[in-house]
Each structure stands twice: as structure tokens, then as C-alpha cells.
């Protein structure tokens, strides 16, 4: 079982920064893939980022450059800079502790509520 709880989310202007913080009940060397999800009001959940143990990292198109992901510890970070309105939405954060791909997680946080205003 790994437990995570999400942190960081609020209200921000266009352009604005925003990090959030995911902790796991689990060190993070022990969770092979992390991700970070996002959910609009009306659209199906989509993937933002990723990384492995090993280093590598994933972005959706519409974040490349904006968002990074990063981990420590028993945290996964996700720095968002340059927020734009169609970033807002509820950010949820997933463990994969024995994945190999990108987009399949056991494990979900409960999510925390990004708003970007325009």
C-alpha cells in the first residue's frame, strides 16, 4: 500500500507559478514510476508528467517547458511556472511502485484544486 497526499494547489493569476508537493508513505527510491494527473470540470482526468527511478521524465505536450517534475526523498514535486487558464483543474498525484510504463498507477492521492485566472 502506498499512501499519497498532495499539497500547493490554489489560486493563481495567468502567468503565475505554482509547486506542488505529493508525499508517499513510501521512499520514493522504492516507487519505480510517479506521476501527476489533471482533471478539468467536464473532461476525462489526463496525464501531465512522470518520472522514473532511474531519472527519466515525461510531459504531455501542453506542458513541456512550463512544468517540471521532480523527486526526493518520500516527495514528488511538480513546479509549474507560466500558468495559463486552461491549466486549472484538480491535480492528481499516482505511484506506480513496481510500473515500467508512463500511464498505469495503483495508487491515487485525493487530488488538490489548481485555478489559473485569466
Known amino acids: 500500500q502506498v499512501q499519497l497526499v498532495e499539497s500547493g494547489g490554489g489560486l493563481v493569476q495567468a502567468g503565475g507559478s505554482l509547486r506542488l508537493s505529493c508525499e508517499t508513505s513510501?521512499?520514493?527510491?522504492?516507487?519505480?514510476?510517479m506521476g501527476w494527473y489533471r482533471q478539468a470540470p467536464g473532461k476525462q482526468r489526463e496525464f501531465v508528467a512522470a518520472?522514473?527511478?532511474?531519472?527519466t521524465t515525461n510531459y504531455a505536450d501542453s506542458v513541456k517547458g512550463r512544468f517540471t517534475i521532480s523527486r526526493d526523498r518520500n516527495t514528488v514535486y511538480l513546479q509549474m511556472t507560466s500558468l495559463k487558464p486552461e491549466d486549472t483543474g484538480v491535480y492528481y498525484c499516482?505511484?506506480?511502485?513496481?510500473?515500467?510504463?508512463?500511464?498505469?498507477?495503483?495508487?491515487w492521492g485525493q487530488g488538490t484544486q489548481v485555478t489559473v485566472s485569466s
Open positions: 499516482a505511484a506506480a511502485p513496481s510500473g515500467t510504463t508512463w500511464y498505469e498507477y495503483n495508487y
Open positions: 513510501r521512499k520514493i527510491f522504492s516507487i519505480n514510476v
Open positions: 518520472c522514473k527511478t532511474g531519472g
